[in-house]
């Protein structure tokens, strides 16, 4: 995710140089080398001069523990931002401060393509300029939302953190259904994706909700409506995903308690 949001700013026209990346892994050190941004192996080799406006953590919450303290010399200027789901701003604050300024944002995957949708919450130690800042991070790579509450960012992980998940399985059984009554491999992958991309682009472009748009396809005893029946009969769809966004979001305040 890290890279992804990276891309996003230098394809909005940041300089490399303005960037510093901290992660020891080979993978990480090659997708710097190709964009030409620095990548430290430490903390500790990052240029003592160097005086960051936002610090980016986007590691494991398992990770997050070990990591952030290293940092604490930049908590004074810096607007410190976390994708670190679970991991709460009072977390932060007791490591760093409660004068720190703490921005949490959960961006999800389609950022990589500039699509992503992200959800943002700061502390009232960050500053207007520093909100504006933190948004224009995240705009680089999709569109944002402000939250109220700092506990909805486990509900929005459960939906559009882990959401890309989902829709990547719907294609995945779209495609093995239609294998099954017979169409061949490659048309059934191609239908798909394409099906599910077009209705996606269909209902960011409409004025229409997704009910209303459903129920334009859907003619009264026709192919859609036997489709439908089945799958918004029981257990169905809505129940299942009501279970799994549940499960999503409650998995997400355990890795909180446990960072």
């Not at 993978?27 to 500790?44: M, R, T």
């Not at 976390?82 to 949490?104: C, Y």
């Not at 009554?181 to 409409?206: D, F, I, M």
Request: charge should be negative; hydrophobic fraction near 45%.
């Amino acid at each position: 995710m890290g890279q992804a949001i990276m891309g996003g700013w230098l394809a909005q026209g940041l300089a490399p140089s303005h960037i510093r990346a901290i992660d020891p892994g080979d993978a990480a050190q090659k997708a710097c080398d190709a964009v030409g941004v620095s990548c430290l192996d430490s903390i500790d080799d990052l240029d003592t001069e160097f005086q960051p406006d936002a610090v980016m953590f986007a590691v494991k919450p398992q990770m997050i523990a070990e990591a952030a303290p290293s940092f604490v010399r930049f908590a004074t200027n810096a607007l410190l931002v976390s994708i670190v789901a679970g991991t709460t701003i009072t977390w932060f604050e007791e490591v760093f401060g409660v004068e720190a300024s703490v921005l949490r944002v959960m961006p999800n995957t389609p950022a990589l393509v500039q699509s992503g949708i992200t959800a943002l919450f700061a502390n009232s130690a960050a500053s207007t300029q520093q909100r504006d800042m933190g948004q224009s991070m995240f705009e680089a790579v999709g569109e944002t939302v402000w939250l109220e509450n700092e506990d909805h960012l486990d509900a929005v992980t459960a939906v559009s953190g882990s959401g890309p998940a989902y829709i990547f399985l719907l294609m995945e059984v779209m495609a093995r259904a239609g294998r099954e009554v017979g169409l061949p491999e490659e048309t059934a992958n191609k239908l798909a994706r394409k099906t599910v991309e077009g209705a996606a682009l269909l209902a960011s472009q409409s004025d229409l909700d997704p009910a209303s748009l459903r129920k334009n396809v859907t003619s009264p005893g026709g192919t859609t409506a036997a489709a439908l029946e089945v799958l918004m009969g029981e257990p169905g769809m809505e129940e299942l995903f009501k279970r799994a966004i549940k499960a999503a979001t409650e998995r997400g305040r355990e890795l909180g308690q446990s960072s």
